[in-house]
């Protein structure tokens, strides 16, 4: 039965995987990866010995990691909000207007961020109503982390809200009865009905997103950026990017790619053993 | 849901506060939406000197007119809509037939296949294997290239265990000793059951395929294969440091407005699709109890 | 990429214009206009009939250039039709998304990858470098003189000389065909209509330019009541706003600084004592709010969006291309405006100018393979390409198709690229002439709606000419760059006058930028830059 997927990921994960010894060697497309030199761990030392590797590695651990605490809950939060409405058109049209700046691409986002944000923009406007001088936030080292959270909310916990709304969809009437006969308010419910038997999903969730912690989504990093914010919001991609583009300089890539998924896989092995104790284990 | 009671007044005001909250993150998703669609419906002149942002400048239909009559859109669209029913099929039937042994524990491979999985979502093939890979298998310039490389998500296949882990053994049990096999357990009874997570996960699965873009990217060439979002991108020029005099004169559209309406173009019917999925959360597996 | 594109769209524009406005821009014409061109000696011949269909060969060869949306160009179709009747050869093209160069040389790589590798193809990104070096292109040297001797003739020698010192196995040998503009495009305009309405001369001190600029944001020169003017400003990363740089003698194209002699020696601008000087003043102008607030923030649409609706005194941008906002203005605000070209300003103790830079990217290499056939007929299409009686012809296009008659004479068709297919060549755009487009302009003047608008740009770009200089490092390869990705993409430059500009650093830190560049890799960058200059111009 589980022949197909199984060869599904053979084939077109595990097979492709094994180009990635590339990162191990100054990978020509002129010579393919049979001839091309063996550099062992050239690639990686490169890496690590730019001189802004600090920067780049410390902004982007944190901007994962306040993505990962900030983020995540908030399409649960979501959830449990429109799970309380009670008008039904009004929550199925909520819901897909929630879900829609998932589909518009990231130039489209940070150029109506950047409108907002601007000398005029709506920010600015409020600012003036309570008698503040406009400021230009994009260009402001200390809001590039807010904004890139708020973006991330913006566009992706809608999306995220649909999963555990289907959970929530199919927890059982009786048990919400049950409990209501014992007397229990709306808020407790949720506390001791809904909560825990979203656990699993939760925590499957959580566990699938953390492998993929250093990613931080290029597209968006990318364009929320300025010079001026690159001291907290130049990351590890934006860096192979513009080393990258130059010369397709495909093994270094690689390698930076390995050593960001080594990092990924090892908080997932460590969050998964954890997790398994309460039978939530991913493997 | 609920049978109606009493609510106190702590309560209707959190529901108050509640509703209001969502309308006004409703209001800030729909932002994007509302500019594009106002960028879509301005004139060239407006959108050349910036003025458009939340309402129509110069109103017109011009932008629209044109992507409405392209004939190449529309096939895009036809190739699009084929490929996303049929992959959304095909990938939810092969993750499940995935997904239900790994929720089992007696499947011993279980384990390490579902780690092996995990892994993949991990670490990503470079760009030049994963090309020769798949050309190999004869997918260049091949429509199925829009299916097969979807066909399984390690986000949706995690999700679908958890969900089959927590189905409710008991009745398992009674099929089994009716004498039925694995196959008829998982398309009889487990199945019929779920179909909150298989019309999630299909809209999961769904959308990405729709979306599709660096995977055609690489191995599609003939442009009457291109999917939508492929073809959006012809719309879109960059770097341009001088419009053209002639375009200008003539037509009452660019760039911006052209590309904003293929974008919405391209997310209506998505967005049509969700309201009317919603009906299968509502009679989907239940969680946490057995079903009588 | 940023240059061809504009620079093809700069044409098109012009000969858009001019057909559009009913002139005749016949073949005839084009082809005399070009003769006697001053940097293109002996062009080809006679040209007073309209071009002489080419002898054809049966082999065809597929050639990747940039394709901004357009119809692929399959065998048989009526593009390939038409090359193969105008230069002999069928040419054949695949859609290949252009996305500024990225997408493009993706697909490239992955096509050498897969030994797929195109007959003729654009390369970007100075990888013509790696290919040379592997060996993947052909040597052109002995080729061009005999089997493409209009392209060879079209390109003076001392540039030739310049293509063969970028060999990387240091033989002298050409491996691609440059793009080359003969003159100066880029200049600073300054809204006369303005200064006529405040009654002040036009600046020739910098003292002079900081009174208008304060003149034009306090007071409201456009006349609408608001004190919306924003007196100069530029765009993201500092580009654009050259002029301010160029008062202190720094070479810059396009707002990337660039390299010349300074002290005696090639080096680069940004890291030169006059780039400091400048980034007082214009960290000055900045604080005064004669510099638009937004202009590290501004991208090409939103600075578009500030000139063409009339808010903006002073700005930097190609001379002949005033028009295009002018008519915008005018649509808007209902004002007709004049742009103007100041001549540079010199800041005391320093010689202002703008900057020319004649040698651009490449623009062909070949496949270097067996197959002579497949040579010869690549051979032969560029032989076509550099044949400018071929010109006007390779610009209409296929007639239908790109262009209809109207009266006898052709006029191009609206932009529709659903049924377009690709121009795959485009010679006049890479080998300019500044003739050529002068007498385009005059056609298009003739128009009396645009007029008032295009004569402006004709103005414009004669007077230019006059403040340009060709800096010494016209030609320097990308190659010097090698294994500094940060030094060419002006990493630590961008980040440092950005903070020094808005305020946020002092002055000083510029001392610890020119440091920190030294030492991670404009050292080596340097050396690399002058030894070939000491090679290649001395």
């Keep these: ?283 | ?292 | 990429m940023d240059r061809k594109k504009w620079i093809a769209m700069a044409m098109s524009g012009m000969l858009v214009a001019a057909v559009v406005s009913g002139c005749s821009s016949s073949k005839n014409e084009g082809a005399e206009s070009l003769q006697g061109s001053p940097s293109s000696p002996a062009a080809s011949a006679s040209g007073a009939e309209s071009s002489v269909p080419a002898e054809t060969i049966s082999e065809d060869i597929e050639v990747w250039s940039v394709n901004n949306g357009y119809k692929e160009v399959t065998k048989g179709s009526p593009m390939y039709n038409f090359y193969k009747e105008k230069l002999g050869v069928g040419i054949i093209q695949p859609y290949v998304e252009w996305n500024g160069g990225t997408t493009y040389q993706q697909q490239l790589n992955l096509k050498i990858v897969a030994n797929e590798m195109p007959d003729m193809f654009l390369p970007v990104n100075g990888m013509e470098y790696d290919l040379a070096k592997n060996g993947a292109i052909l040597d052109l040297t002995d080729l061009l003189p005999k089997q493409a001797p209009h392209l060879w003739e079209d390109i003076p020698e001392e540039v030739w000389d310049v293509i063969k010192s970028y060999d990387p196995n240091g033989q002298g040998r050409i491996y691609s065909i440059p793009s080359i503009f003969d003159y100066g495009k880029t200049g600073a305009m300054i809204r006369k209509d303005w200064l006529d309405k405040l009654n002040l001369p036009i600046p020739t001190t910098q003292e002079e330019l900081v009174n208008v600029l304060k003149a034009f944001r306090d007071n409201d020169p456009n006349g609408n009541g608001e004190k919306d003017e924003i007196p100069t400003g530029g765009r993201q990363e500092g580009r654009w706003m050259d002029y301010l740089f160029a008062m202190y003698g720094i070479a810059m194209q396009e707002g990337y600084p660039d390299w010349d002699i300074y002290d005696g020696e090639l080096t680069y601008s940004a890291v030169t004592p006059n780039m400091k000087d400048a980034l007082v003043f214009i960290r000055d102008l900045y604080k005064q709010g004669l510099l638009d607030k937004e202009t590290f923030l501004n991208n090409k649409a939103t600075w578009d969006g500030k000139v063409g609706t009339g808010k903006v005194g002073v700005y930097f941008h190609l001379v002949d291309a005033a028009s295009d906002y002018l008519e915008n203005i005018e649509k808007v605000t209902g004002v007709k405006g004049d742009y103007t070209v100041i001549p540079p300003i010199s800041a005391p103790g320093y010689e202002a100018f703008y900057t020319m830079k004649r040698i651009n990217s490449q623009n062909w290499v070949l496949k270097n393979q067996k197959d002579t056939a497949k040579i010869n007929a690549a051979m032969k299409v560029l032989d076509g390409y550099g044949d400018q009686s071929k010109w006007n012809d390779l610009y209409f296009g296929v007639e239908g198709m790109h262009y209809d008659m109207q009266d006898g004479v052709p006029t191009k068709k609206p932009e529709d690229k659903s049924v377009m297919e690709n121009i795959v060549l485009s010679p006049f755009y890479d080998i300019s002439v500044l003739d050529y487009y002068l007498k385009m302009f005059e056609e298009v003047s003739k128009d009396p709606t645009r007029k008032w608008a295009i004569v402006q740009d004709v103005r414009n770009l004669k007077d230019n000419q006059k403040y340009v200089k060709a800096i010494a490092g016209d030609g320097l390869p990308s190659s010097i760059y090698a294994d500094y990705p940060d030094i060419q993409n002006r990493t630590l430059y961008i980040e440092y006058i950005t903070k020094i500009i808005v305020g946020e650093y002092p002055i000083e830190k510029f001392d610890e930028f020119v440091d920190k560049w030294y030492k991670s890799g404009g050292e080596a960058v340097t050396q690399a830059s002058r030894e070939w200059y000491a090679k290649v111009k001395a």
């Design chain 2, 1 to 292: 849901m609920v049978k109606a009671r009493h609510r106190t007044f702590g309560e209707k005001l959190f529901g108050l506060v509640n509703a209001s909250a969502l309308c006004l993150f409703a209001l800030a998703a729909l932002l994007p939406l509302i500019v594009s669609v106002s960028t879509s419906l301005s004139s060239k002149l407006a959108v050349d000197t910036n003025q458009v942002f939340l309402w129509p400048v110069q109103f017109t239909f011009d932008s629209w007119k044109y992507i409405v009559f392209r004939p190449d859109l529309w096939r895009s669209f036809g190739l699009t809509l084929a490929s996303t029913l049929i992959g959304t099929a095909l990938a939810l039937l092969v993750t499940a037939l995935l997904a239900y042994p790994l929720s089992k524990k007696e499947f011993k491979l279980g384990g390490v296949i579902m780690a092996a999985v995990i892994v993949t979502m991990i670490f990503k093939a470079p760009i030049v294997p994963y090309f020769l890979t798949v050309r190999e298998i004869g997918l260049f310039n091949n429509p199925l290239v829009l299916v097969l490389p979807h066909i399984v998500s390690a986000y949706c296949l995690a999700i679908m265990r958890t969900f089959f882990k927590q189905f409710p053994h008991e009745l398992e049990e009674a099929a089994k000793m009716d004498g039925c096999g694995y196959f008829r357990i998982l398309f009889r009874i487990i199945l019929p059951s779920s179909t909150a997570v298989l019309a999630t996960l299909g809209l999961l699965y769904g959308v990405v395929i729709w979306n599709q873009y660096q995977t055609p990217l690489l191995f599609l060439q003939d442009q009457s294969l291109f999917p939508l979002q492929m073809k959006i991108k012809q719309f879109i020029v960059d770097g341009n440091e001088l419009p053209i005099l002639a375009a200008k004169a003539v037509v009452n559209y660019n760039e911006r407005t052209l590309r904003a309406a293929t974008v919405i173009f391209a997310i209506v019917p998505v967005v049509l699709v969700y309201p009317y999925l919603q009906k299968y959360f509502v009679k989907g597996a239940m969680l946490g109890s057995v079903k009588g």
């Design chain 1, 1 to 283: 039965m589980a022949i197909p997927g199984v060869l599904y990921f053979l084939v077109f994960k595990y097979i492709p995987l094994t180009g990635s010894v590339i990162a191990f060697q100054d990978y020509s497309v002129f010579k393919g990866f049979w001839a091309s030199d063996w550099v062992g761990f050239k690639h990686f030392e490169k890496l690590w010995a730019y001189p802004g590797f600090h920067r780049i590695f410390w902004n982007t651990i944190i901007l994962g990691g306040l993505r990962l605490i900030l983020t995540f809950p908030i399409p649960i939060l979501l959830a449990l909000m429109l799970n309380e409405l009670r008008i039904a058109y009004l929550k199925k049209s909520i819901q897909t207007a929630l879900y829609i700046p998932h589909f518009f691409s990231w130039v489209i986002i940070a150029g109506i961020t950047f409108d907002l944000l601007g000398y005029h923009g709506l920010f600015n406007q409020v600012r003036g109503w309570f008698g503040y001088e406009p400021i230009l936030v994009m260009q402001m080292e200390d809001y590039f982390r807010p904004v890139y959270i708020l973006t991330s909310i913006w566009k992706e916990a809608g999306f995220g809200t649909i999963i555990y709304l289907a959970a929530i969809t199919g927890i059982d009437p009786s048990l919400y009865e049950s409990a209501t006969m014992d007397g229990a308010s709306r808020f407790a419910q949720i506390r001791y009905v809904t909560v825990p038997l979203l656990l699993p999903t939760i925590l499957t969730l959580f566990l699938l997103d953390i492998g993929s912690f250093l990613d931080l989504g290029f597209d968006q990093i990318y364009n929320l950026l300025t010079p001026m914010t690159y001291r907290v919001g130049d990351v590890i991609d934006t860096y192979v990017y513009r080393t990258g583009i130059q010369q397709a300089q495909y093994s270094f890539t690689t390698a930076v790619g390995l050593f960001q998924s080594v990092i990924g896989f090892v908080l997932v092995y460590v969050f998964n053993r954890s997790a398994r104790r309460t039978e939530g284990g991913l493997w």
